[in-house]
C-alpha cells in the first residue's frame, strides 16, 4: 500500500518568515495530493491540493509542488502569520474508480512566532 | 462544499461496552469514511463506508470490532464495540461529493475508555 514520509515534524519560524514541508511518496499510482491544517482540537481543514498532472499550484500565500519522477511534493507558505500555527497533513491517493483513500503523513507542527 | 457534523462530540465509557458514533451529511456525499486519530498523531483510515452493502476495511481493523452502517448518502454509524482503553481516540468521518476529490472531515468524537 501507500507510504507517505513526511518532514520535519516540527518546524519554528518568525512572522513574515516562509515556511517549507516536504513528502514522499511510495505508489506512483497515486495522483491526487491534497494537504490539511488541523488547528488544536478541531477538524482538519483542506487548504490546497493538486493532482498528478500539474507541477504547481498557488493560492494567494500558500503553493504546493508536485514532483512525480522522485515521488515528492512540497507546501510552501510564505509570510507567515501567526494564525498560520497548527499542524498540517500532507496526504496521497489514487483517484478514480472506487478508491479514494487517504493515506496521511505524520504531520508537521508549525510555529510562527510573532 | 459539504458540513459534516458528528454526535457524540466526546464520550467517557466503561472497558467492555460499546459506543455507536453517528455522522451527518448536509449533501449526498458519494463516499463516507471513518478515521482513528490518537492525540498528536496522523489520521489512520479504519474503513471505507458503502452505501447498502458492508463496509471495506483498511488491514488491522475488523468488523466484529468496528461494526459500520451506511443506510443512505447522506448517513453514517460506526460502533467501537467491546471497548478497551487501548481503543481511547479521536474518531473522525469524511465524505466525498461526485465529481470532486476533496474529503471534507467531521469535527471527530474522542472517545475516552476507562
Known amino acids: 500500500g501507500e507510504n507517505v514520509e513526511q518532514h520535519p515534524s516540527t518546524l519554528s519560524v518568525q512572522e513574515g518568515d516562509s515556511a517549507v514541508i516536504k513528502c514522499t511518496y511510495s505508489?506512483?499510482?497515486?495522483?491526487?495530493f491534497p494537504w490539511y491544517k488541523q488547528e488544536l482540537g478541531k477538524r482538519p481543514q483542506l487548504i490546497i491540493d493538486?493532482?498528478?498532472?500539474?507541477g504547481e499550484k498557488k493560492d494567494q500565500r500558500i503553493a504546493v509542488t508536485l514532483n512525480k519522477t522522485a515521488k515528492h511534493f512540497s507546501l510552501h507558505i510564505t509570510e507567515t502569520q501567526p494564525e498560520d500555527s497548527a499542524v498540517y497533513f500532507c496526504?496521497?491517493?489514487?483517484?478514480?474508480?472506487?478508491?479514494?483513500?487517504?493515506?496521511f503523513g505524520k504531520g508537521t507542527l508549525l510555529t510562527v512566532n510573532p | 462544499s459539504a458540513v459534516i457534523s458528528q454526535k457524540p462530540s466526546r464520550d467517557i465509557c466503561q472497558r467492555g461496552t460499546s459506543l455507536t458514533i453517528q455522522c451527518q451529511v448536509d449533501?449526498?456525499?458519494?463516499?463516507m469514511f471513518w478515521y482513528r486519530q490518537q492525540p498528536g498523531q496522523s489520521l489512520t483510515l479504519i474503513a471505507t463506508?458503502?452505501?447498502?452493502?458492508?463496509?471495506?476495511?483498511e488491514s488491522g481493523f475488523v468488523i466484529d470490532k468496528f461494526p459500520i452502517s451506511r443506510p443512505n448518502l447522506t448517513f453514517s454509524t460506526l460502533t467501537v464495540s467491546n471497548m478497551s482503553p487501548e481503543d481511547s481516540s479521536i474518531y473522525l468521518c469524511?465524505?466525498?461529493?461526485?465529481?470532486?476529490?476533496?474529503?471534507?472531515f467531521g469535527p471527530g468524537t474522542r472517545l475516552t475508555v476507562l
Open positions: 493538486i493532482r498528478s498532472n500539474v
Open positions: 505508489d506512483s499510482a497515486s495522483n491526487y
Open positions: 469524511s465524505g466525498k461529493l461526485g465529481g470532486s476529490d476533496t474529503q471534507y
Open positions: 496526504a496521497a491517493s489514487r483517484s478514480g474508480g472506487s478508491n479514494y483513500k487517504l493515506t
Open positions: 463506508a458503502n452505501q447498502g452493502s458492508e463496509a471495506t476495511y
Open positions: 449533501s449526498q456525499v458519494t463516499m
